[in-house]
């Protein structure tokens, strides 16, 4: 059972590189979701998505791109990571609107 | 404005004392979900409990139970007997429709998290 799985689990770049972040699902899950999680702000929506080929912004998205072309998988893009991107980054998925999302473990991002 | 307000930052209880979690959330909404999710120190993230917009009965779970009030757009989570391992940061969510949306997409949105810790 992998439920959610995040790829890499960590990563450090360079300010002004790219990089995407992979989050796969194996549940058949509509709903997929990127958040970052930074100390004392909580877990902040950054895309999101309700259905294959389409995505949403969500609260903070400046600076990402999104993907989701395949049903389980959605993408997470950085064209040119800046320090402020510095976070954990969670993916999450769920089946519908009303109920509960799975996440997977996380990637840590620091950008130097 | 902040959709879902955790006030508490952090809580200190000793083993076996009561807690109570509080979160207050904003919706234009008459059908929305909430959420309880835990994330102890490992940091993964999991789920407790949820609740619809539309059933305010109030249930326990165990140790877990919580109190849903509609009328003051709360949703408080109650840990009965904390023991150590219920030490984690305690996140509340809320599942509504996002604007410009027809009602049709939802967004999971969650508060700050209050760190739980609860000393032997």
């Known amino acids: 059972n992998a439920g959610v799985t995040q790829t890499p689990k960590f990563r450090v770049l360079k300010t002004g590189q790219s990089m995407t972040l992979l989050c796969a699902q194996d549940m058949n899950h509509e709903y997929m979701y990127w958040y970052r999680q930074d100390p004392g702000m909580g877990l902040r929506l950054i895309h999101y998505?309700?259905?294959?080929?389409?995505?949403a912004k969500g609260e903070v998205p400046d600076g990402y791109n999104v993907s989701r072309l395949k049903k389980q998988n959605f993408l997470l893009g950085l064209e040119s990571a800046a320090p402020s991107q510095t976070s954990v980054y969670f993916c999450?998925?769920?089946?519908?609107?009303?109920?509960?999302?799975?996440f997977g473990q996380g990637t840590r991002l620091t950008v130097v | 404005a902040q959709k879902v307000t955790q006030a508490q930052t952090e809580i200190s209880v000793v083993e076996k004392e009561d807690v109570t979690l509080d979160c207050v959330y904003e919706?234009?909404?008459?059908?929305?979900?909430l959420f309880w999710y835990k994330q102890p120190p490992s940091g993964e993230l999991v789920f407790l409990i949820r609740r619809n917009s539309f059933d305010e009965q109030n249930e326990i779970s165990g140790r877990y139970s919580w109190n849903f009030q509609k009328s003051t757009s709360s949703f408080n989570f109650i840990i009965t007997a904390s023991q150590v391992v219920d030490s984690a940061v305690y996140f509340c969510?809320?599942?509504?429709?996002?604007?410009?949306?027809?009602?049709?997409?939802?967004?999971?949105?969650f508060g700050k998290g209050t760190l739980l810790t609860v000393n032997p």
């Open positions: 969510a809320l599942s509504d429709p996002w604007l410009n949306s027809g009602g049709s997409n939802y967004k999971l949105t």
């Open positions: 919706t234009r909404d008459t059908t929305y979900y």
């Open positions: 999450a998925s769920s089946l519908g609107r009303s109920l509960e999302a799975f």
């Open positions: 998505s309700v259905g294959e080929g389409t995505t």
